[in-house]
């Protein structure tokens, strides 16, 4: 272990105090220290005079390890580069939620275990998605959490055909449906009524956004399935399907979206022996 890039949320890491703190017990510890933001900053938002920023595509080719600082979508944010890349990621939250952090921002001390190798890795699995219309691809991506198919902005119902293997398993009305993988089980796919499935089940869930028909449930579907999702033949509207959070692109009727796993699968980072169990009763305040 050599060099480490410590990606920080500038709009979470107040004056940029937490990531001072880790640069400097990292360098500490010997290791090279590069700091890179993870996605483009306002014009107007001021960085900090006295640090030094790299480019994060110039530097991630040769890191061995990615450290975010901010919350769970900072994490989603670097999720693909560094997974293309084949370089793990330890989360650090300074935002809300931060279901996928390793450490708290008081906890940074446990970063000099880093050098020795003293941690584990978490394999979690990703999705790829392609959006087909006719014979052309109009979108294509990776993702950790979770792929969306939705309405939009306009208050309005979607109906959307999803399949299984070419199967029909679910025909609904309503906001969408999100197709999660186990780590994404915990964000959106649980706030529209979806279960919480342990990080390593091999799985795919298939939850419907505030549909319309009673008969609409949840599927925990394998992940050796393909799942396609379309507008239904009825359908007068487009819908929306963005991965992660990311960018949307516009589904017309006739575009077929396929959701099957990916390949690739994002190497966490774990320096607490703990259960995904202790996880949840902590995030979620059980007990």
């Not at 991965?243 to 099957?260: C, E, F, L, P, Y």
Request: hydrophobic residues 45%; contains cysteine.
């Amino acid at each position: 272990m050599k060099k480490i890039i410590l990606t920080p949320n500038p709009y979470r890491d107040k004056n940029f105090n937490t990531v001072r703190q880790a640069m400097k017990i990292l360098q500490d510890s010997g290791l090279e220290v590069r700091l890179c933001l993870p996605f483009e900053v306002d014009r107007s938002f001021d960085l900090p005079k006295d640090l030094r920023f790299a480019r994060l595509d110039r530097e991630i080719a040769t890191a061995d390890m990615v450290i975010c600082l901010g919350g769970d979508g900072t994490i989603l944010h670097m999720a693909k580069a560094a997974t293309r890349h084949g370089i793990p990621i330890l989360g650090i939250n300074i935002g809300t939620m931060g279901f996928m952090a390793e450490l708290e921002a008081g906890e940074l001390d446990a970063l000099s275990r880093i050098a020795a190798g003293d941690y584990t890795i978490d394999n979690r699995m990703m999705l790829d998605v392609t959006v087909h219309r006719d014979r052309d691809i109009i979108f294509h991506d990776i993702c950790l959490n979770d792929v969306v198919v939705t309405k939009g902005a306009v208050a309005r119902i979607v109906h959307l055909t999803v399949k299984c293997d070419q199967v029909q398993a679910m025909e609904c009305g309503g906001d969408g449906v999100i197709i999660a993988t186990p780590t994404g089980s915990t964000a959106y796919s649980l706030s529209a009524g979806g279960p919480i499935v342990e990080p390593d089940a091999a799985s795919m869930v298939i939850t419907p956004i505030c549909s319309h028909d009673v008969a609409s449930r949840c599927i925990v579907a394998s992940d050796k399935r393909v799942i396609t999702v379309a507008l239904s033949a009825h359908a007068r509207r487009n819908a929306f399907l963005s991965a992660d959070g990311g960018k949307s692109v516009r589904m017309n009727t006739g575009d077929v979206a396929t959701i099957k796993r990916s390949q690739l699968v994002t190497q966490l980072v774990r320096l607490k022996d703990r259960s995904f169990y202790d996880v949840v009763n902590l995030k979620f305040k059980i007990g």
